[in-house]
T-cell receptor, first 114, second 112 residues
């Protein structure tokens, strides 16, 4: 596989469930990102990892918990979500978070919270 | 606070009818401006990066230009397969960090 992959592509969960989103990049990049995309809103940056270290957390509720075990893999653990958390969750990777890098996106996970 | 505004929100063109999409921005310390294309149910696909005013880049029917206040994405003789949402994003330095801010996008529909 090439590029950035995300699994699952679709997820339906209840508010009391625990689930995880997975992202894998095959581009040799050092930075990985989680974004939330809701209808009619700009992409919202959630978390940034640089060389496996979290460098940004944009005031994201604690019910979202990221994990980056290595530069190629990124997880988003979900727990007791709310219906307003329903959105498309996008993962991206880049050569580095600083400088004029381009981010490459995965296909996203469409999440529905009931 | 960095702001990115895209217009129009939606655009409907006849096949072959050229037009432009606008991305205006208010940031301090611009490091780069990005254009992405996003198809329904998919992640954004990178198109261009522009770094300084006066810079232009082309790819097939698309041409991106940059000034100190805005960027245009010109679409020449569009085809139905150009239908998508086009996203603009700016990267700026803020408090020692590089921050990327996205616009809400322009949804383009090209009618055969």
């Amino acid at each position: 596989e090439t590029g950035v992959t995300q699994t699952p592509r679709h997820l339906v969960m209840g508010m009391t469930n625990k689930k995880s989103l997975k992202c894998e990049q095959h581009l040799g990049h050092n930075a990985m990102y989680w974004y939330k995309q809701s209808a009619k809103k700009p992409l919202e940056l959630m978390f940034v990892y640089n060389f496996k270290e979290q460098t940004e957390n944009n005031s994201v509720p604690s019910r979202f918990s990221p994990e980056c075990p290595n530069s190629s893999h990124l997880f988003l653990h979900l727990h007791t979500l709310q219906p307003e958390d329903s959105a498309l969750y996008l993962c991206a990777s880049a050569t580095a978070p600083a400088g004029q890098e381009t981010q490459y996106f995965g296909p996203g996970t469409r999440l529905l919270v009931l | 606070e960095d702001q990115v505004t895209q217009s129009p929100e939606a655009l409907r063109l006849q096949e072959g009818e050229s037009s432009s999409l606008n991305c205006s921005y208010t940031v301090s310390g611009l490091r780069g401006l990005f254009w992405y294309r996003q198809d329904p149910g998919k992640g954004p696909e990178f198109l261009f990066t522009l770094y300084s005013a006066g810079e232009e880049k082309e790819k097939e029917r698309l041409k991106a230009t940059l000034t100190k206040k805005e960027s245009f994405l010109h679409i020449t003789a569009p085809k139905p397969e150009d239908s998508a949402t086009y996203l603009c994003a700016v990267q700026a330095e803020s408090g020692g960090y590089q921050k990327v801010t996205f616009g809400t996008g322009t949804k383009l529909q090209v009618i055969p």
